[in-house]
C-alpha cells in the first residue's frame, strides 16, 4: 500500500499542473493518503514488542507511507496553490 501511495503521489503532481484537471487530482490525493495511513496503521499493529524499542522511522518499514503521504499533500498543495493563481489572473502581472 505504501508504494501504491507513493506512485498516485507522483501522478498527482504531474497531474496538478494542469488546470483543468484539479478534480481528478483531488481523487488521486485522498486515495493516495488513504493508502498511505492504511500502510503506517497496517505496520504499526503488526509491529512486535521488540520492535517497539526501535524509533518507527529507524525500523524502515513506515517510510514509503510517509513518503506517499508527503508527496500527496505537496500535490494538494499545488493544485490549490496552481488554481487560485489562474482564478485570480496571476499573469495579468505580464
Known amino acids: ?3 501504491t501511495s507513493v506512485i ?3 501522478l498527482a503532481i504531474l497531474l496538478s499542473w494542469i ?8 481523487i488521486h490525493v485522498l486515495i493516495g493518503l488513504g493508502t498511505g495511513a ?3 496503521i497496517s505496520k504499526n499493529k503488526s509491529a512486535t514488542a521488540e520492535q517497539f524499542k526501535v524509533p518507527p522511522l529507524q525500523r524502515g518499514d513506515l517510510k514509503l507511507g510517509v513518503v506517499g503521504i508527503s508527496l500527496n499533500v505537496i500535490a494538494i498543495i499545488l493544485t490549490v ?3 487560485l493563481f489562474w482564478n485570480t489572473d496571476g499573469f ?3
Not at 19 to 26: E, F, G, T
Open 1 to 3: 500500500m505504501g508504494l
Open 81 to 83: 496553490s496552481w488554481q
Open 19 to 26: 488546470p483543468c484537471l484539479w478534480p481528478i487530482v483531488v
Open 8 to 10: 498516485i503521489g507522483i
Open 38 to 40: 492504511a500502510e503506517i
Open 92 to 94: 495579468s502581472i505580464f
